[in-house]
T-cell receptor
Framework: NAGVTQTPKFQVLKTGQSMTLQCAQDMNHEYMSWYRQDPGMGLRLIHYSVGAGITDQGEVPNGYNVSRSTTEDFPLRLLSAAPSQTSVYFC?????????????FGDGTRLSIL | QQPVQSPQAVILREGEDAVINCSSSKALYSVHWYRQKHGEAPVFLMILLKGGEQKGHEKISASFNEKKQQSSLYLTASQLSYSGTYFCGTAGSGNTGKLIFGQGTTLQVKP
């Protein structure tokens, strides 16, 4: 019963490098989203998807791209990493876009940009 | 658009009660509550939907006042295991399911 799986757990990048954070869920959830967590800022929504082939922007989308080619996977791409993107990134999913459903979080990816 | 939580932090002794508030400047359809332990992922506690209902989860309960656009989380007879950061997530009606979280309230329960 894996739930929401994020890889890698830790990553250090240099400014300007690109990378993809992976997120996969095995619960057949339609709705998936990415958040970043910074001290004192709570969880801020980056991008979300209501189903395969459909994505939209959240509160802080700049510098990030997403795609949703399958129901299971929702990767987050950093195009050109900047120190301001140092953060803990959480992927979350829930059964549908219905807000009566609980959201399940992955264990997070801790990303440092030097 | 981010909901505002208060207080930012609270320290309790075991057995004491606490209330965490979550207020929004926009009309709300749904409020979610999650707890996060240090270094771990947020864990779901409960959901309240439009209708002013109150829910309970052991000694943790919550209310939702849609007219005041706010929700409160009540922790009674707190236990050491209640320590962590509590987040409310809110969503207005008519959107595509976006859940926007507050900045969190850190709760520390001491023996």
């Amino acid at each position: 019963n894996a739930g929401v799986t994020q890889t890698p757990k830790f990553q250090v990048l240099k400014t300007g490098q690109s990378m993809t954070l992976q997120c996969a869920q095995d619960m057949n959830h339609e709705y998936m989203s990415w958040y970043r967590q910074d001290p004192g800022m709570g969880l801020r929504l980056i991008h979300y998807s209501v189903g395969a082939g459909i994505t939209d922007q959240g509160e802080v989308p700049n510098g990030y791209n997403v795609s949703r080619s399958t129901t299971e996977d929702f990767p987050l791409r950093l195009l050109s990493a900047a120190p301001s993107q140092t953060s803990v990134y959480f992927c979350a999913s829930r059964l549908t876009g219905d807000l009566g459903q609980p959201q399940h979080f992955g264990d997070g990816t801790r990303l440092s940009i030097l | 658009q981010q909901p505002v939580q208060s207080p930012q932090a609270v320290i309790l002794r075991e057995g004491e009660d606490a209330v965490i508030n979550c207020s929004s400047s926009k009309a709300l359809y749904s409020v979610h509550w999650y707890r996060q332990k240090h270094g771990e992922a947020p864990v779901f506690l409960m959901i309240l939907l439009k209708g002013g209902e109150q829910k309970g989860h052991e000694k943790i309960s919550a209310s939702f006042n849609e007219k005041k656009q706010q929700s409160s989380l009540y922790l009674t007879a707190s236990q050491l295991s209640y320590s962590g950061t509590y987040f409310c997530g809110t969503a207005g009606s008519g959107n595509t399911g976006k859940l926007i979280f507050g900045q969190g309230t850190t709760l520390q329960v001491k023996p």
